[in-house]
């Protein structure tokens, strides 16, 4: 995941040495130095990394689909006794594919790739990734630091939580890591990450949990921890690693405007993962707890009326008939301030916390009625993936999304429908490839269905028509090609020169 940050301004070559003259000036005279605040870091990180980076893993995935279509080849009328005669008949009758006397060439497939980390959790062959690296692969092979190489198998994989599972069958027992506990990590802790950032294998990179909770609007259920050791693409799906080489993360995502590290890189905390992993193992799906609420967010205005105090909890903005928060007692304008022993600090804290709580057992959960507060017993039931109870209203219906055909592509304006259908990132904004010509230019530049146009010839689009408006004005400008950003569904770009032609 990549996102555009606006820069800081620079203090210019003056002002960086006065600053570091400001600071050589000030621990040589300042009569009272704390030594906390300039501690180093640890002496080396060698022996923790020696420890662990066996258990982590590259993983390449491919996936290989048949072309849909494909243009039929013309025959060329060749006078007889022309000396190409013999292999143009062989080439288009005989050729790949073909039969005796008929146009039928074999049909093609389209291979992808991707390339992501993983690591060890069972020395018998149990590898987690994310499951943003694997997709819809249909060959994955797991490259360990030594060289070896194994096929894998989909064990399971959760999309909410961008978390996967693999197994290998290795002939001798496997270097393995295990979870520890990330709710003992502290902003400030020392951290490394180590991955396959752009295929550079083995990689080490140090830094500190600089935020946890962390909300990037990626799903219901975002907790991630923040740090400053470099992520780069290639590392999704690696270990984040404590200094007792426990794994506290991992790495999904990054915040920036190139693709490259800039020092905010998100990972899945274990105290998530690790439940989440658990239930991948056992029963190739996730199962995860449901309360049966539709719930808001508390402002101040809200909790002022309330007599909270504070503005904390999630407000109760409807209950579900046949969910178990309604015989349990819970009603809407209840506030849950306290949900199995975990507060509730606002309603962001509640989806994720039942989510995770064990499906069929019995929570106590305070709230509070009218001012006063009182705790409830509630048996979770499981929740339904298809029919996930939403913070705010159903959107009503709208037209359908506009959409035009230009260099062998077709596409669309996004609308919610198109963004669940292909699964769109939130916030992704531009114009949606919904088919692509498999004998077009567009093709040949790995431009797939499901693909965003950001930005066309330089410029920014929104909406179909801007992408043929612009092909237009750049063909008039004499221009035989465009420079293209390609977004994919998670919002990770890339640049492609098409052809105008």
């Given at each position: 995941?990549?996102?555009?940050?606006?820069?800081?301004?620079?203090?210019?070559?003056?002002?960086?040495?006065?600053?570091?003259?400001?600071?050589?000036?000030?621990?040589?005279?300042?009569?009272?130095?704390?030594?906390?605040?300039?501690?180093?870091?640890?002496?080396?990180?060698?022996?923790?990394?020696?420890?662990?980076?066996?258990?982590?893993?590259?993983?390449?995935?491919?996936?290989?689909?048949?072309?849909?279509?494909?243009?039929?080849?013309?025959?060329?009328?060749?006078?007889?006794?022309?000396?190409?005669?013999?292999?143009?008949?062989?080439?288009?009758?005989?050729?790949?594919?073909?039969?005796?006397?008929?146009?039928?060439?074999?049909?093609?497939?389209?291979?992808?790739?991707?390339?992501?980390?993983?690591?060890?959790?069972?020395?018998?062959?149990?590898?987690?990734?994310?499951?943003?690296?694997?997709?819809?692969?249909?060959?994955?092979?797991?490259?360990?630091?030594?060289?070896?190489?194994?096929?894998?198998?989909?064990?399971?994989?959760?999309?909410?939580?961008?978390?996967?599972?693999?197994?290998?069958?290795?002939?001798?027992?496997?270097?393995?890591?295990?979870?520890?506990?990330?709710?003992?990590?502290?902003?400030?802790?020392?951290?490394?990450?180590?991955?396959?950032?752009?295929?550079?294998?083995?990689?080490?990179?140090?830094?500190?949990?600089?935020?946890?909770?962390?909300?990037?609007?990626?799903?219901?259920?975002?907790?991630?921890?923040?740090?400053?050791?470099?992520?780069?693409?290639?590392?999704?799906?690696?270990?984040?690693?404590?200094?007792?080489?426990?794994?506290?993360?991992?790495?999904?995502?990054?915040?920036?405007?190139?693709?490259?590290?800039?020092?905010?890189?998100?990972?899945?905390?274990?105290?998530?993962?690790?439940?989440?992993?658990?239930?991948?193992?056992?029963?190739?799906?996730?199962?995860?707890?449901?309360?049966?609420?539709?719930?808001?967010?508390?402002?101040d205005s809200l909790a002022e009326a309330m007599k909270l105090g504070s503005a904390r909890g999630a407000l109760i903005a409807g209950v579900?008939?046949?969910?178990?928060?309604?015989?349990?007692?819970?009603?809407?304008?209840?506030?849950i301030v306290k949900f199995d022993g975990r507060d509730i600090r606002d309603s962001r804290d509640l989806p994720r916390i039942v989510a995770?709580?064990?499906?069929?057992?019995?929570?106590?959960?305070?709230?509070?009625?009218?001012?006063?507060?009182?705790?409830?017993?509630?048996?979770?039931?499981?929740?339904?993936?298809?029919?996930?109870?939403?913070?705010?209203?159903?959107?009503?219906?709208?037209?359908?999304?506009?959409?035009?055909?230009?260099?062998?592509?077709?596409?669309?304006?996004?609308?919610?429908?198109?963004?669940?259908?292909?699964?769109?990132?939130?916030?992704?904004?531009?114009?949606?490839?919904?088919?692509?010509?498999?004998?077009?230019?567009?093709?040949?530049?790995?431009?797939?269905?499901?693909?965003?146009?950001?930005?066309?010839?330089?410029?920014?689009?929104?909406?179909?028509?801007?992408?043929?408006?612009?092909?237009?004005?750049?063909?008039?400008?004499?221009?035989?090609?465009?420079?293209?950003?390609?977004?994919?569904?998670?919002?990770?770009?890339?640049?492609?020169?098409?052809?105008?032609?």
């Amino acid at each position: 995941m990549t996102r555009a940050l606006t820069a800081p301004s620079a203090s210019g070559r003056w002002g960086t040495a006065l600053a570091a003259v400001g600071v050589a000036a000030m621990l040589a005279f300042s009569p009272v130095a704390s030594a906390p605040a300039f501690a180093k870091g640890p002496d080396s990180l060698a022996d923790l990394s020696s420890s662990v980076i066996d258990a982590v893993v590259n993983i390449s995935a491919t996936s290989t689909a048949p072309v849909a279509e494909r243009r039929q080849l013309q025959i060329p009328q060749l006078p007889p006794g022309t000396p190409f005669e013999e292999f143009f008949d062989e080439f288009f009758r005989r050729g790949p594919g073909g039969q005796n006397g008929q146009n039928s060439p074999a049909p093609q497939q389209r291979r992808g790739n991707s390339l992501g980390s993983g690591f060890v959790i069972d020395s018998a062959g149990i590898v987690v990734t994310n499951n943003h690296v694997i997709g819809e692969a249909n060959d994955i092979t797991v490259i360990f630091n030594d060289g070896q190489r194994l096929k894998a198998e989909i064990v399971g994989k959760d999309t909410k939580i961008d978390l996967a599972v693999l197994r290998v069958k290795p002939e001798r027992p496997l270097k393995a890591v295990k979870f520890g506990d990330s709710e003992k990590a502290r902003v400030g802790d020392w951290v490394i990450a180590i991955g396959n950032p752009f295929g550079l294998g083995g990689s080490v990179s140090a830094g500190i949990v600089s935020a946890r909770n962390r909300n990037i609007d990626s799903g219901p259920y975002d907790n991630y921890i923040q740090t400053d050791a470099a992520i780069n693409k290639g590392n999704s799906g690696g270990p984040l690693f404590n200094m007792d080489g426990e794994v506290i993360g991992i790495n999904t995502a990054i915040l920036s405007p190139s693709g490259g590290s800039i020092g905010i890189g998100f990972a899945v905390p274990s105290s998530v993962a690790a439940s989440v992993v658990d239930q991948l193992q056992q029963y190739g799906e996730t199962r995860r707890g449901w309360l049966g609420v539709r719930i808001q967010q508390v402002d101040d205005s809200l909790a002022e009326a309330m007599k909270l105090g504070s503005a904390r909890g999630a407000l109760i903005a409807g209950v579900d008939d046949k969910g178990p928060a309604k015989p349990a007692g819970l009603e809407a304008g209840d506030v849950i301030v306290k949900f199995d022993g975990r507060d509730i600090r606002d309603s962001r804290d509640l989806p994720r916390i039942v989510a995770a709580t064990p499906v069929g057992k019995e929570v106590e959960v305070k709230i509070i009625r009218k001012g006063a507060e009182q705790t409830k017993t509630v048996k979770l039931a499981r929740l339904d993936e298809t029919v996930v109870a939403s913070n705010t209203a159903k959107p009503q219906s709208t037209p359908a999304p506009e959409t035009k055909q230009v260099l062998g592509l077709e596409t669309s304006s996004i609308t919610d429908e198109v963004r669940k259908r292909f699964n769109l990132k939130e916030g992704l904004k531009g114009v949606v490839v919904t088919r692509v010509d498999p004998n077009s230019s567009a093709a040949d530049k790995r431009i797939q269905a499901g693909d965003v146009i950001v930005e066309f010839g330089e410029q920014p689009v929104t909406k179909p028509e801007d992408v043929v408006n612009r092909v237009e004005a750049l063909k008039k400008d004499g221009k035989k090609s465009a420079v293209v950003v390609i977004a994919n569904a998670q919002g990770e770009t890339r640049f492609v020169a098409l052809p105008l032609n």
